[in-house]
């Protein structure tokens, strides 16, 4: 007897785009009722091999056959038509809309020609959520969810078109340790109940957690297809990048000494008037970075506002080589030392229209050399955008072009040569990787060690576990707004980081129940 | 009653308050008064619905009063050349003739037209929206400047007719609340009624149907749209054009059925008036028609004032304000309106950012 | 001008040449090409004008007619007629070149600044009531006083939709409309009120005597107006090149959110601009009055203040493109008189010409396909409003 044909089958799947071929004759197949994992690092073409499977690009050469049958998959409503549901890395939510809305949207439950049919629809998506373990709130706002449960929306989205075939990008980007185990928890139901399920993500050991089978990608080409049983870290980690990867970014040690930065007792409303940050209490000491453990939402973003002058706290007081800086202005914090990189690069970093010369002079540019009172000097200007590009090894044809033609981790590189330039004494790093090719981490983390080397106090905000410990020589966990626990870096256990970050050390595991948690 | 009205009133400077009330209340329930609320509403009411049937899928107008202007005139001109060519008794309903149906088709159409001008900039070009919306305000502008000085300055007898008010029977108008109701609603032409039904009818399909579901999310969240199967770029061309039809009938409302000729900048600006009706009635139809009514309401005190001017120390107080200022108060009021509500009111989240497809077909 | 997303394609774009020149350079041909293909469909439009009107096709009558536009703008052979009409055309183009200036220096700081007719109104207005109330002093301290309360209105008049964008973010471009209209019906309460000079058959404001500007070169109209009209377009590209402010009002309209990061006060330097683009409009108010029609009557208007729109739009915000347009236009309208009179065609088709240059502009793909521009990679100084929507959103 032989076997089944499998449940998908992508047969030599090419795909150039304008200078980069993301697809080079990719061959993938997917059983029924298995999880497969899809690896590769950021830009090894994964997202463009589901993209051409969910019918949002077309290949150039190459076949898809699902159960055996040769398809032509021409967007993504024929790809939905066909069982083919995708779950986004980041959601295709609409927030103002209420979960069945959302999950209708598209697959609309009518109840004539022009109407929705609202109470059926409640009636299935409550049904469907039960089946795989959780209970949901049709009416609930989706913006109003916490991200955990936006995530199981999503894959209701997919349930409700009953798809055969999800495929799950990134799905745990945004999750705690221990929502992440419940999702698995989820997809292992689905997987015995005859979905199949291809994962994709660049975390190793989750990927060892929960798949069959693992594919490596690199560079567009398939490099390694592995079982769980027949590989590690190391050996997934090496497929990915290529070469002998050192996981670890060799540190040193590190000699703090005097606090530079004190924070005493503060207290942040967001701008709903919810209190974000309670009476924190935090201090980082010169030469020694100190790192921000936390899922995205604690109020890491409210305190990096605080400390980089973006935002008024409520109460207590900020101290820099004690002085007293609680409310300053950026301008004025940048004139007493304080570099920041900020999260959203793009947003808040950088101006893409502008040259890469006003770029490095944004926080600056009203000074000497680069202005006298009011008339800048275009000289000195160039001059330094000159040393910078060097010194940072910047890859940029010249000083002068827009830097939105940069790649990301280029524009990064201006963002840092302008912040850790001038021997700042405080440093604030926000999501400072997020994104990047691994040639650019490494390098940023590397300039971020020397900093420390050279005597700054570098506070480090990542919701990259990895990155926090690889780098903080403490680790400080934030949750609903408060610092919980401090660890030493070097001697920090990962299971224990996960655990309070996810519960704050406080509530037993038990507590964490499956009903809907809406964020109050 | 009367004692106690007399006594608030004669307080120093809560008395003028209390005496600014009553004649508003008695403006307000004074049938003609009020019903000039309604006449001067329809074209900002229409006008909402065009800006919200634009914004609620993403696609930010400001053309509206280009839009209306250009309806305007070529409804008023198709009216008018379709009256020498043809008969036009006027018909018992509404006064209607078919040079008046004519000319209402051709200011629908026209008002799609340059709709599909709009979105074809917006949602094709990419084009900045706010820019492109204000070319076509101006190329309204020019364009009824031109052809105006060209076809009707040398032809003053065109036009004429406008659609007639219905009188309903006496004794429907002598029910206490009801009547009021009734006399407002069909002292207008057949296009104010049609602008209060089309609110009614949006408002409950913006939130129950289908078409309004897909509407909101592609207004809100393009891609999430895409991404399940829908053509954003069929939906946002299908509500803006339609959107046109309600720009097309404001305009022929303002000369088919207001009056019955064609100024210059005709418009004078409702357009954007409409524009902010939409923005304090936070995109719903409901609520558009709100914020269109008060605005409407302080075109109506102008009326009121000229008619029946207050008397007492209320008066006095009023011959000091010049006339012009009631000619600027319903442009004064909308600005105070919009300043203090719109950090409240929030728009569709992809308002007026262009979208760029993604998928294969 | 279709608007690019933040990150564009193409091959890397230099921004060398300071001052955004070598940008502005690289995409005039696109302007210029829709300046060219809206003359075309002037052409066509004459064509139907003249069968509708006369019932006959003549198939010269665009040449007549642009050419008759021309002559009067002063590109003739005759010595005598050319100065006449360039005389004309600087004198038509100087209250463009200001407005241009006050909603091109909205662009930069992402403003839409459809208010210039208001702020031009209000400019005109206070310049003839304090040259009525100074006409006796001294001729120098006259003009100046009359200027000065020009440009102070005008920045007013600017300055409410500037702080009410920033404070409540409302929307510039309602704001400023409704303001255009309340600026008309309060210079008509002005001029029949306390501004009524007495003695004239209608409503106007006083004689303004030495506050007249002096003509010069013995031509009939050419006002020292123009050459403070002129001379504000260095001034203008020295302040947003040059200057750490000029830096600042670009950072804004760029980026507001990466300005705030960068310690830029962006709600400061929107109501300072819209107050500056509002002194720029009122000036060119001023100046009219004061330089050309010596009074305002009570129904005062002019399509000045959307012809500067235009400007700013041809000119792609930027100061010399800005003053080319404004020459364009200033010529075409000074032009569009002779013409009239030559070929029987309405003036207002310059309005057209205007909007259909613009509609060129906007769908610049027609441009570029009809003349095989390709595109020269990421625009520069691309024209962009901050807030493309309403309301909340807005991080001022």
Redesign the interface.
Same mark, same amino acid.
């Given at each position: 007897m032989t076997d089944p044909a499998p449940a998908l089958e992508m047969r030599g799947i090419t795909k150039r785009y304008p200078g980069v071929l993301a697809n080079d004759g990719i061959d993938l197949d997917l059983r029924h009722g298995e999880i497969h994992a899809l690896l590769g690092e950021n830009g090894a073409g994964k997202s463009t091999l589901m993209n051409i499977l969910y019918g949002l690009a077309v290949p150039d050469s190459g076949d898809i056959l699902l159960d055996g049958e040769p398809v032509t998959i021409k967007g993504p409503a024929d790809a939905i038509a066909r069982g083919i549901s995708m779950v986004h890395q980041h959601f295709m939510l609409v927030p103002v809309l209420t979960v069945a809305e959302n999950i209708l949207l598209g697959e609309e439950t009518m109840a004539n020609a022009v109407f929705l049919d609202r109470a059926e629809a409640h009636r299935r998506i409550v049904e469907l959520g039960r089946r795989f373990g959780f209970e949901i709130d049709p009416e609930a706002k989706v913006g109003s969810l916490s991200v955990g449960w936006q995530q199981r929306v999503e894959i209701l989205k997919a349930l409700y078109r009953e798809a055969r075939i999800l495929v799950l990008d990134e799905p745990t980007a945004v999750l705690t340790p221990q929502e992440t185990t419940e999702i698995f928890d989820v997809l292992r139901r689905l997987a015995r109940d005859g979905h199949s399920i291809i994962f994709i993500s660049h975390k190793l050991y989750e990927v060892l957690a929960i798949a069959d089978r693992i594919t490596v990608i690199r560079r567009g080409r398939v490099v390694g297809t592995r079982l769980p049983s027949q590989t590690d870290e190391d050996d997934l980690a090496e497929l990915m990048v290529g070469r002998e990867v050192n996981l670890v970014v060799d540190r040193g040690e590190s000699h703090p000494a005097q606090p530079e930065l004190r924070i005493e007792g503060l207290s942040i409303t967001d701008d709903r008037g919810r209190i974000v940050v309670k009476n924190l209490d935090l201090e980082v000491r010169a030469g020694e970075i100190l790192g921000i453990a936390g899922v995205a939402g604690n109020g890491q973003d409210e305190l990096v506002a605080a400390i980089t002058g973006l935002r008024r706290p409520a109460e207590g007081r900020v101290l820099l080589s004690d002085r007293d800086i609680t409310g300053w202005g950026p301008r004025e914090l940048t004139d007493a030392g304080v570099g920041s990189v900020p999260g959203d690069r793009q947003r808040y970093g950088l101006v893409l229209s502008f040259s890469i010369e006003d770029n490095l002079v944004l926080t600056s540019y009203y000074r000497p050399p680069f202005a006298s009172g009011l008339v800048r000097n275009d000289e000195a200007i160039e001059q330094w955008a000159e040393e910078s590009i060097r010194a940072y090894d910047i890859r940029t044809p010249a000083a002068d072009v827009m830097a939105g033609t940069l790649s990301g981790g280029n524009q990064q590189k201006v963002i840092v040569a302008r912040e850790f330039s001038g021997q700042p004494r405080l440093l604030v790093l926000d999501q400072p990787t997020r994104g990047l090719d691994v040639g650019s981490i490494e390098f940023i983390h590397r300039q971020a060690i020397a900093k420390r080397d050279a005597g700054a106090a570098i506070l480090l905000v990542s919701a990259e576990l990895d990155e926090v410990m690889e780098l903080s020589d403490r680790i400080a966990v934030m949750y609903r707004g408060e610092i919980v626990a401090i660890r030493d870096g070097r001697s920090a256990d990962r299971e224990e980081i996960g655990l309070l970050m996810a519960t704050g050390g406080r509530e037993p595991l038990e507590a964490v129940t499956t009903t809907m948690s809406v964020v109050e | 009653m009367d004692a106690l009205n007399q006594a608030l009133a004669g307080i120093p400077v809560i008395g003028i308050v209390w005496q600014a009330v009553g004649y508003l209340v008695a403006a307000a329930t004074n049938p003609t008064i009020s019903g000039q609320v309604l006449f001067f509403a329809t074209p900002l009411i229409l006008g909402a619905m065009c800006g919200i049937m634009n914004?609620r899928s993403g696609v930010?107008n400001?053309g509206i009063e280009g839009m209306m202007l250009m309806a305007a005139f070529f409804g008023f001109l198709g009216a008018g050349i379709a009256a020498q060519i043809m008969p036009s008794d006027p018909g018992p309903i509404f006064g209607i003739t078919i040079p008046l149906l004519i000319g209402v088709l051709v200011a629908i159409l026209i008002g799609m037209a340059v709709s599909v001008l709009h979105a074809?900039?917006a949602i094709t070009?990419? %084009?900045?929206?706010?820019?492109?919306g204000?070319?076509i305000n101006? /190329?309204a502008?020019? =364009?009824t400047?031109?052809l105006?000085?060209?076809?009707i300055t040398?032809n003053p007898g065109l036009g004429g007719a406008i659609f007639a008010s219905w009188q309903p029977p006496a004794d429907l108008l002598n029910v206490p609340v009801l009547g009021w109701a009734v006399n407002i609603l069909f002292a207008h032409g057949p296009i104010a009624i049609t602008s209060l039904i089309v609110v009614v009818i949006l408002q409950i399909?913006l939130f129950?149907?289908?078409?309004g579901?897909?509407t909101?999310?592609v207004g809100?969240?393009p891609?999430?749209? @895409?991404?399940?199967?829908?053509n954003v770029i069929r939906v946002r061309y299908r509500n803006v054009i339609l959107g046109g039809i309600f720009a097309g009938l404001a305009g022929a409302f303002l000369t088919l059925e207001s009056q019955g000729h064609f100024q210059l900048q005709l418009t %004078?600006?409702r357009g /954007?008036?409409a =524009?902010?009706a939409v923005?304090v009635g936070r995109w719903t139809p409901v609520g558009a028609f709100a914020a269109a009514i008060l605005f409407a309401a302080t075109d109506a005190l102008r009326i009121a004032i000229g008619i029946a001017p207050p008397t007492g120390e209320l008066g006095t107080v009023f011959q000091i304000i010049? %006339?012009? /200022?009631y000619?600027?108060l319903p442009?004064?009021v909308?600005?105070i309106v919009? %300043?203090?509500v719109?950090?409240?009111?929030?728009?569709?989240?992809a308002?007026?950012?262009?979208y760029?497809r @993604?998928?294969?077909? | 001008m279709s608007s690019a997303a933040p990150v564009p394609t193409g091959p890397p774009t230099t921004t060398r040449w300071r001052g955004g020149l070598g940008a502005f350079l690289a995409t005039a041909k696109v302007p210029l090409g829709a300046v060219v293909l809206a003359f075309a469909f002037g052409s066509v439009l004459i064509w139907l004008s003249s069968l509708v009107t006369n019932h006959q096709l003549d198939l010269t009558l665009p040449l007549k007619a642009y050419g008759a536009m021309l002559e009067g703008a002063g590109i003739t052979l005759d010595p005598a007629a050319a100065v006449n009409g360039l005389v004309n055309t600087l004198v038509q183009s100087g209250p463009l070149v200001l407005g241009g200036l006050a909603v091109g220096v909205g662009f930069k700081a992402g403003l839409f600044n459809i208010g210039a007719q208001g702020q031009f109104l209000m400019g005109a207005v206070a310049g003839a009531g304090t040259g009525a109330a100074v006409a006796s002093w001294p001729g120098p301290i006259a003009i100046l006083a009359a200027l000065v309360a020009g440009a102070l209105a005008g920045g007013a008049w600017g300055f409410i939709p500037g702080i009410l964008k920033a404070r409540t973010g409302a929307h510039e471009v309602v704001t400023t409309i409704m303001l255009n209209t309340i600026a008309a019906t309060f210079i008509g309460y002005l001029v029949s009120g306390p501004l009524l000079a007495p003695g004239f058959s209608f409503d106007r404001t006083g004689d303004i005597g030495n506050a007249a500007l002096p003509i010069l070169f013995g031509t009939r109209n050419l006002h020292l107006g123009v050459f403070v009209a002129f001379a504000a377009v260095p001034l203008i590209w020295w302040l947003l090149w040059r200057s750490t402010l000029g830096f600042e009002i670009r950072t804004v309209g760029a980026n507001p959110d990466a300005a705030r990061y960068a310690g830029m006060r962006p709600g400061l330097i929107t109501v300072f601009t819209m107050s500056l683009c509002g002194l720029l409009a009122g000036l060119a108010g001023a100046i009219e009055i004061i330089g050309i029609t010596h009074f305002v009557n009570a129904s005062y208007g002019t399509s000045v203040g959307f012809d500067s729109i235009t400007v700013a739009l041809l000119g792609q915000a930027h100061p010399v493109g800005i003053m080319l347009a404004a020459l364009l236009f200033g010529g075409m309208r000074a032009g569009s008189g002779l013409m009239q009179i030559r070929t029987q065609i309405p003036v207002e088709i310059v309005d057209i010409l205007q909007a259909v240059v613009l509609l060129f502009i906007a769908a610049d793909v027609i441009v570029r396909r009809v003349f095989r521009i390709r595109r020269a990679g990421p625009k520069v100084d691309e024209i962009e409003t901050v807030s493309r929507s309403y309301g909340a959103g807005t991080t001022l």
């Open positions: - | 914004e930010v400001i074809w900039l070009i990419r %084009a900045n929206q706010i820019i492109s204000t070319i101006i /190329f502008g020019g =364009l400047g031109y105006h000085a060209l076809i040398p399909l129950r149907s289908r078409w579901l897909r909101r999310a809100e969240h891609k999430a749209a @895409e991404t399940v199967g829908i %004078a600006g /954007f008036i =524009l902010a923005i010049p %006339a012009q /200022f000619q600027a442009y004064i909308t600005i919009l %300043a203090g719109v950090g409240r009111s929030t728009p569709p989240a308002d007026g950012q262009p760029e @993604e998928s294969a077909t | -």
